[in-house]
């Protein structure tokens, strides 16, 4: 699985893999940033360089069954005690369409 795994990343590019990283995450914050979300605020530095491929979003007033319902919902991303969700779109198998579909299912089960 190791090898299989070092040849996909060989075969992608690691600066390809960070060029598309910085992009998706870009496009995350463009779209959290113009969505109607209120609620949260968002943690992770917003200079590229001081970050990886995640955002961590911390709730003002933390609810963990957003966190399970977005996991429901087949979003993959993680808690963090009291009040962080963190969501990470990895440029090797994640789209721009999933970035789209977190904001739009996030917006959904926030606001609803």
């Not at 870009?26 to 001081?50: Q, V, W, Y």
């Not at 005690?81 to 990470?88: L, M, S």
């Amino acid at each position: 699985p190791i090898r299989a795994s070092l040849e996909i990343f060989s075969a992608a590019g690691i600066k390809n893999c960070r060029i598309k990283s910085v992009q998706m995450t870009s496009f995350l914050l463009e779209m959290f940033d113009h969505s109607a979300i209120k609620g949260f605020e968002i943690i992770t530095p917003r200079e590229p360089e001081k970050r990886g491929c995640q955002l961590s979003f911390r709730m003002i007033k933390p609810d963990k069954t957003l966190f399970n319902t977005m996991v429901k919902r087949n979003i993959i991303d993680d808690w963090r005690e009291p009040d962080v969700i963190r969501i990470a779109p990895v440029p090797l198998y994640n789209s721009f369409m999933d970035v789209y579909r977190f904001v739009k299912i996030l917006s959904e089960e926030f606001n609803s």
